[in-house]
Each structure stands twice: as structure tokens, then as C-alpha cells.
């Protein structure tokens, strides 16, 4: 599929993603930005979607470099590092297992299902979590 093919349900859904994926990373909505998978999955498929949605991350990223050019922590980045390749490494040889299977797109949407709603569990037992244990007028500092 081709940029010159895409209908104009996927464009939009394609700029509601990148809107988004932005609000999240400028730290907005933090929850928003898993909507983005599961919506670019169920209108591009899950093989378009990756490609997409790796320019639209890349993009960001490079905006935010751009928009805070001295602010960032290099000790995070140095523990993020080893995490990162890892993930690439594991990632590329399971999407490659899921491509061999017979019914791919299948297998992929239902993969891209269950993990966003495992996500969203995750995030809700945070959200709990950290209001149970939040004292009164603390301030929250995230750990490394």
C-alpha cells in the first residue's frame, strides 16, 4: 500500500493518531497515546501501521530535541539504552514469527487487542495504586 492509496478515513485516522501520540509525549495525556495503536491497527493493519506509526514517533521525538535542546538527562538515557536494543532485538524476531503464521492479521490484531487492554489495566492499578499511597500535598517525583 502506498501513501497515494490511503482513503480519507485512514489520513484521518492516521492525524488523530499523530495528535495523539504528541499529546502524550508532550505529557498531556499520558493515557491518550494508546488509542493510537489499536486505532492505526483496525484502519491501516497491523504490518502499514508499524511503518506509520514509526515516522509519526520519530517526528515527535525529533520535535522535542528540537523544542528542548539542553534538558534532557543523560544517566536516563544510558539506563534506557540496553532496555532499547533488547526490546528492537526481541521485537523484530517476534513480528518476524507472526508474519510466518497463517493467519498473520488475524494473530497481530488480536496481539495489538490484548495489549492495549493490558495497558490500560496496568495504568488503571497505577493510577490506584499511587492514590492510595499518595500523601497529602506530596509532591510526586519520578524514580529512575
Known amino acids: ?6 482513503t480519507i478515513l485512514q489520513w484521518s485516522a492516521a492525524a488523530i493518531a499523530a495528535a495523539l501520540v504528541g499529546l502524550s509525549k508532550a505529557g498531556f495525556g499520558t493515557g491518550a497515546g494508546l488509542l493510537a495503536v ?5 484502519v491501516l493493519g497491523p504490518a502499514d501501521m508499524l511503518s506509520v506509526m514509526l515516522l509519526v ?3 515527535g521525538d525529533l520535535f522535542s530535541l528540537a523544542h528542548y535542546p539542553r534538558e534532557h538527562d543523560t544517566r536516563n538515557l544510558a539506563i534506557l539504552i540496553p532496555g532499547l536494543l533488547v526490546g528492537i532485538a526481541v521485537g523484530t524476531f517476534a513480528l518476524d514469527w507472526f508474519l510466518g503464521l497463517p493467519d498473520a492479521r488475524l494473530w497481530m490484531k488480536r496481539l495489538v487487542g490484548f495489549l492495549s487492554v493490558a495497558f490500560v489495566g496496568v495504568q488503571f492499578y497505577r493510577m490506584a495504586r499511587e492514590r492510595r499511597l499518595a500523601a497529602p500535598g506530596g509532591v510526586y517525583k519520578p524514580r529512575v
Open 1 to 6: 500500500m502506498g501513501i497515494a492509496d490511503l
Open 38 to 42: 489499536p486505532l492505526m491497527v483496525t
Open 57 to 59: 514517533l520519530i517526528t
